[in-house]
T-cell receptor, first 114, second 115 residues
Framework: GAGVSQSPSNKVTEKGKDVELRCDPISGHTALYWYRQSLGQGLEFLIYFQGNSAPDKSGLPSDRFSAERTGGSVSTLTIQRTQQEDSAVYLC????????????FGPGTRLTVL | DQQVKQNSPSLSVQEGRISILNCDYTNSMFDYFLWYKKYPAEGPTFLISISSIKDKNEDGRFTVFLNKSAKHLSLHIVPSQPGDSAVYFCAARGAGGTSYGKLTFGQGTILTVHP
């Protein structure tokens, strides 16, 4: 079946502009995560959606970052007033029900803020 | 505060030999550990995992060892193959509360297997 997909694959934007990154998880997966990987760094947790529960937003670096998940499926990560330090690869992952199941990652969106 | 650390940024191994990738963690509340493999321009893919109640898990050429007292885990690949060349991430899952299911990743180790 289809894996996690993300769009766009690459995004170049100017400092101060807003961007939206999209994630289509695997159908039926109840949990969805956003991570980012900055140059030379590991994956940094951003936000976690589990079913209808309130999302865990503890990893969002500032109030310029927000995410929503509509209908328990597609998710959008929005970065307002982008800064150069926001440049990174943004990865989305989904997980089926059951706490021990691994997360399945999408290919990521490479964001470059000029 | 880096709760999961992979202190070796890179590792170079000859084909057929053993690759050992190491990972240390500081949070004793982690209850599940995973290794992911990442090729350039792709998302990480799950490789192998281990529960905190075990000390070893084996899957083909891949074995993960967990030493809870030392808060250390390692991934052994034997024999190593050129196709194993990738970035390997260690990840740990928090137990309970709002961290449940969320993974904390290390910085990654670039493995290069030479033919």
């Amino acid at each position: 079946g289809a894996g996690v997909s993300q769009s766009p694959s690459n995004k170049v934007t100017e400092k101060g502009k807003d961007v939206e990154l999209r994630c289509d998880p695997i159908s039926g997966h109840t949990a969805l995560y956003w991570y980012r990987q900055s140059l030379g760094q590991g994956l940094e947790f951003l936000i976690y959606f589990q079913g209808n529960s309130a999302p865990d937003k503890s990893g969002l670096p500032s109030d310029r970052f927000s995410a929503e998940r509509t209908g328990g499926s597609v998710s959008t990560l929005t970065i307002q007033r982008t800064q150069q330090e926001d440049s990174a690869v943004y990865l989305c992952a989904s997980r089926p029900g059951g706490s021990y199941n691994e997360q399945f990652f999408g290919p990521g969106t490479r964001l470059t803020v000029l | 505060d880096q709760q999961v650390k992979q202190n070796s940024p890179s590792l170079s191994v000859q084909e057929g030999r053993i690759s050992i990738l190491n990972c240390d963690y500081t949070n004793s509340m982690f209850d599940y550990f995973l290794w992911y493999k990442k090729y350039p321009a792709e998302g990480p893919t799950f490789l192998i995992s281990i529960s905190s109640i075990k000390d070893k898990n084996e899957d083909g050429r891949f074995t993960v060892f967990l030493n809870k007292s030392a808060k250390h885990l390692s991934l052994h690949i034997v024999p190593s193959q050129p196709g194993d060349s990738a970035v390997y991430f260690c990840a740990a899952r928090g137990a309970g509360g709002t961290s449940y299911g969320k993974l904390t990743f290390g910085q990654g180790t670039i493995l290069t297997v030479h033919p």
